[in-house]
């Protein structure tokens, strides 16, 4: 089992490809990334990270072999690919410019992988997440079922750990959905939340549950606010988990951003449902019943992703 984390020079790729590693699932794992020059010296960002990793091994006790690369021949056969790679926005770049920017390095990436990898899986973290993911369905030339996104496991995984807090329980024991595209419009579900297959409104107030989820909503953005810098540790480990469902077939529910071709009443988009994931990528998108609030939710956050998607299509065909 072989994986590759393109972008993994940066935060989210280098803690995707830790995971990975400590997991213990993949004989390999390969970190990609450019190389940064600064006056007369290079850097080989994914290099250095892979042999810090590496040296972690024995600490951790790992055998997966932690590689680093700038050179896609390195990442041939891969089983599955991560991408993380992307620039954040800078002053005076425009949301369009930034738009433009990364649907670039994900096409350019996504060529590269499949050149060297033709039947791998593909996990797209680089945001924004279900058009970056439709970019990389459209340069793979693969079935969708094996190209997808990461975003409902990260999200569910912010909402498990502010009800666990909440409620003083293990955030093992919270099973909770969210659907919809990857941003402020995201859809959680708190009729589909459980503690142990508690419904959670039963342990909870009206209140605190929606004051949890508009959290959630701005999970993100909460992050940026400390650090000044965007999140890796959790988006990182919700990757690797991913691939691990891949890698080991185990058939786990899991939301992620899938193409949907009429299911939850959308068509020819990526975004967020919940899937089974197994061998060889998203073996079904489960069709869980909404109503009518829910429903509306879902349509109104998968309008957001369209207007995004038809954005691009618009900056590529100016
Ligand atoms: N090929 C390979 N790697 C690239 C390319 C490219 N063409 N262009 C940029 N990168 C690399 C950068 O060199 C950098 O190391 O992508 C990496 C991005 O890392 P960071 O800037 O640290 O960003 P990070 O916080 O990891 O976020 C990466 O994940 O969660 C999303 O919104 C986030 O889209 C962003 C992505």
């Given at each position: ?17 830790l995971t ?19 006056g ?14 590496w ?10 072999r ?11 056969n ?34 590269n ?52 807090e ?6 093992k ?14 859809v959680?579900l ?74 939850f ?13 197994g ?15 829910e ?24």
């Amino acid at each position: 089992m072989k994986i590759t984390v393109v972008g993994a020079g940066g935060n989210v790729g280098s803690a995707a490809a830790l995971t990975v590693a400590q997991r213990d699932f993949a004989n390999e794992v390969v970190l990609v990334d450019i190389e940064r020059k600064d006056g007369e010296k290079t850097f080989y960002p994914s290099k250095g990270r892979a042999l810090d990793q590496w040296q972690t091994a024995s600490i951790h006790g790992f055998d997966t072999r932690v590689k680093g690369t700038v050179d896609y021949a390195d990442t041939a056969n891969s089983d599955i690919c991560i991408i993380t790679a992307g620039v954040p926005r800078k002053p005076g770049m425009s949301r369009d410019d930034l738009l433009s920017i990364n649907a670039n390095i994900v096409k350019t990436v996504t060529q590269n992988l499949v050149k060297y990898s033709p039947d791998t899986v593909i996990i797209v973290v680089s945001n924004p997440l279900d058009v970056m993911t439709y970019v990389a369905w459209k340069a793979s030339g693969l079935p969708a079922e094996k190209v997808m996104g990461m975003a409902g496991i990260l999200d569910t995984a912010r909402y498990r750990s502010f009800l666990a807090e909440e409620l003083n329980v293990s955030p093992k024991d919270i099973q909770a959905l969210i659907l919809g595209g990857h941003g402020d419009t995201m859809v959680p579900l708190p009729r589909y939340t459980t503690v142990s297959g508690i419904p959670v409104t039963q342990l909870i107030s009206k209140e605190k549950l929606d004051a949890i989820i508009e959290r959630t909503k701005v999970g993100g953005g909460e992050l940026v606010g400390l650090m000044g810098t965007s999140a890796w540790f959790a988006p990182g480990a919700a990757a690797a988990q991913m691939a691990e469902a891949i890698a080991l077939d185990q058939n786990r529910i899991f939301p992620c951003a899938a193409y949907l071709t009429g299911q939850f009443g959308v068509n020819e988009l990526y975004s967020g449902v919940p899937v089974k994931l197994g061998k060889g990528g998203i073996k079904e998108i489960i069709e869980i019943e909404l109503d009518a609030d829910e429903q509306a939710l879902m349509d109104n956050s998968c309008a957001a992703v369209r207007g995004v998607l038809e954005d691009l299509q618009r900056i590529q065909n100016s």
